[in-house]
Each structure stands twice: as C-alpha cells, then as structure tokens.
C-alpha cells in the first residue's frame, strides 16, 4: 500500500538558519505529493504541492522538488523564522489503482527560537 | 479560497453523553469529506470517508455505530460521537475534498473533553 515516511522530530532550529525535513514515499504510479502544516491548536493548511516528476511546489519562503527516482518530496526553507514554528505533515494522494484517499506522514514539528 | 467551517471548536461533555461535531464546505461543494483523529504526538488516523448522499466507509478498527457520520448534502458533514467516554477525548479533524481535486481543505479541529 501507499506510505509516506518523515524525519522525527522535534527540529529545532535558530531564527535564520536552514531548514530541511525530510520525506520519502511508497507508493504505485504518479501520486501528488503535499505539504500541510499546523499552527498550535488549529487544522491543517495545504502549504504547497507538486503533481508530477520533477516539479517544484513553493509558497511562503518554502519549497520541494518532486524526486520520482529518489521518491522524495523534501521540504526547504532558507531562513526560518520564528513564525514557522508549527507540525508538518507530508503527504500524497492520486496513486495507482484510483484511490484519492491521502496517505499521510507522521509529522515534525519544528520549533525555531530567537 | 476554499474552506471550511468546523465546529464547535472545543467541547467537554459526561461521560455517556453524545456530542455533534459539524463541518461546512464554503465556496465549494465538498463530494467527500474525511474524517480524522489526532492522537497526541501529532499522527493523524483517518477514520472515515462519506461521499455525500453515501453511507461512509469507516477505517478497521473504528466504531461506525460510536462514530456516526452524515454527509446528506454537498456542504455539510457531521460526526456525532455517541455515548461518548473519556477515552474518546482527542482532537478531530474534518477535510473536505470537491470533484475531482486533489487537494484537501481541513476544518480548523475540534477539540473534545470527555469528563
């Protein structure tokens, strides 16, 4: 079946330092692949996205590279900030066989300090 | 943009009593609506699926007589936990998706209390 495999967390971080959390997929075919994040105490929000290979999802400072030989969606921000603390959840949708029901990550929270 | 409403945003409730939880797709029709539960430590497990005017399709393991969902229009979903009991204390989250997209539109979570 369908997987998605993140980094643990926490990731803590210094305000402007670089960030990467890592995310891996199993799946069939040609899914998208998603970043949600989660403020503290609210759902969660689409914070970017790429449908096939070799795409570049970006938003907010954010971005991933869909790696379909590396089936990797890893999540990058140059300089974090403070604001950016929050969980982050990938995930993929749209695999072979027709199911549109999301697999999801388990997660990784980033906390960034002044 | 899409999005959608969810509420009531936090409840405590007795033990043995039901509470309602109702999400509204604004903007958008939502055909299907999931349904999580957030454990803490973040993981998120789906328990549920309802395509409106469908009966939903519950996850092994979940209750479908405890967890009763209702998706009897394109904007409204609702899940009701019956008889509900301090372990059913979490954070639920609804999502909802229009035809034929991929991407999900989340409520902002509910928070329930069982005492």
């Known amino acids: 079946g369908n997987s998605v495999t993140q980094m643990e967390g926490p990731v803590t971080l210094s305000e402007e330092a670089f960030l990467t959390i890592n995310c891996t997929y199993t799946?069939?075919?040609?899914?998208?692949l998603f970043w949600y994040v989660q403020y503290p105490g609210e759902g969660l929000q689409l914070l970017l996205k790429a449908t096939k290979a070799d795409d570049k999802g970006s938003n907010k400072g954010f971005e991933a590279t869909y790696r379909k030989e590396t089936t990797s969606f890893h999540l990058e921000k140059g300089s974090v900030q403070v604001s950016d603390s929050a969980v982050y959840f990938c995930a993929l949708s749209g695999a072979a066989g027709g199911s549109y029901i999301p697999t999801f990550g388990r997660g990784t929270s980033l906390i960034v300090h002044p | 943009g899409a999005v959608v409403s969810q509420h009531p945003s936090r409840v405590i409730c007795k033990s043995g009593t039901s509470v309602k939880i109702e999400c509204r797709s604004l903007d958008f029709q939502a055909t299907t609506m999931f349904w999580y539960r957030q454990f803490p430590k973040q993981s998120l497990m789906l328990m549920a699926t309802s395509n409106e005017g469908s009966k939903a399709t519950y996850e092994q393991g979940v209750e479908k007589d405890k967890f009763l969902i209702n998706h009897a229009s394109l904007t409204l979903s609702t899940l009701t936990v019956t008889s509900a009991h301090p372990e059913d204390s979490s954070f639920y989250i609804c999502?909802?998706?229009?035809?034929?997209?991929?991407?999900?539109?989340f409520g902002a979570g509910s928070r329930l209390t069982v005492l």
């Open positions: 999502s909802g998706r229009g035809s034929g997209a991929n991407v999900l539109t």
């Open positions: 799946a069939t075919g040609y899914p998208s």
